[in-house]
């Protein structure tokens, strides 16, 4: 599909490595002269975890939606080709038929763009929260969002618990981070 003017399109990237494409992406588009008409946003959604240890506050940040970022550009430029062809961690556009950033890429709709910067707008606190055997919980990030289970055993110093939760019908049991998971008052 050949697209003459801007539109979002996703970029396979390494995983943990998206806020620093991101960044790199950013900090030189003018070094290879791409301008604002060819390439104007570039963005990861985040989610800002914070938590308080010791009465310190910190805050950390890692990308809610795998290893992709997106951008929106005008792929018919050879500019903007070879920018992201050099950028570093980068791979391919999600939906081109060959390796590489060339003609297939799958444009993304503004809705799906905006129900993306939707959910970028989430914090995840995990404040002292402290999590028992027996506890109904939600699964609210990562791979098993949305599953319901029963908190099976709670690790502090890891902050990691084990839940069980029903899949394909049977009771399998998974290990999720404290900060990836909401207490909710019954399992059904």
């Known amino acids: 599909m050949s697209v003459d ?13 998206e806020i620093k494409t991101r960044d790199w992406l950013i900090a030189n588009k003018s070094r290879f002269g791409v301008s604002d ?4 946003d570039v963005i990861v959604p985040i989610q800002r975890k914070i938590t308080v240890k010791n009465g310190k506050k910190r805050i950390t940040e890692s990308s809610l939606m795998g290893p992709y970022i997106y951008v929106h550009a005008n792929i018919c430029d ?14 391919s556009f999600v939906g081109c038929k ?7 890429a ?18 995840v606190t995990s404040e002292n929260i402290k999590y028992y055997v027996g506890d ?9 969002s949305s599953f319901r289970g029963i908190v099976k055993e709670t690790n502090d110093k890891t902050n990691i618990l084990s839940v069980s939760v029903m899949i394909f019908g049977g009771e399998n049991i998974i290990e999720v981070k404290y900060s990836q998971v909401r207490k909710i008052d019954k399992y059904e």
């Not at 003017?5 to 490595?17: F, N, S």
């Not at 109904?136 to 098993?144: C, D, I, K």
């Open 5 to 17: 003017k801007k539109a979002w399109y996703a970029i396979t990237v390494t995983g943990g490595k």
């Open 98 to 104: 060959s390796k590489g950033f060339r003609s297939g």
């Open 78 to 91: 050879e500019k903007v080709i070879s920018f992201f062809s050099q950028a570093p961690n980068a791979y």
């Open 37 to 40: 008409d060819v390439l104007d």
């Open 106 to 123: 799958d444009v993304i709709s503004d809705e799906e763009i905006n129900k993306i910067m939707h959910n970028n707008k989430n914090e």
């Open 136 to 144: 109904a919980v939600e699964v609210v990030s990562g791979s098993f």
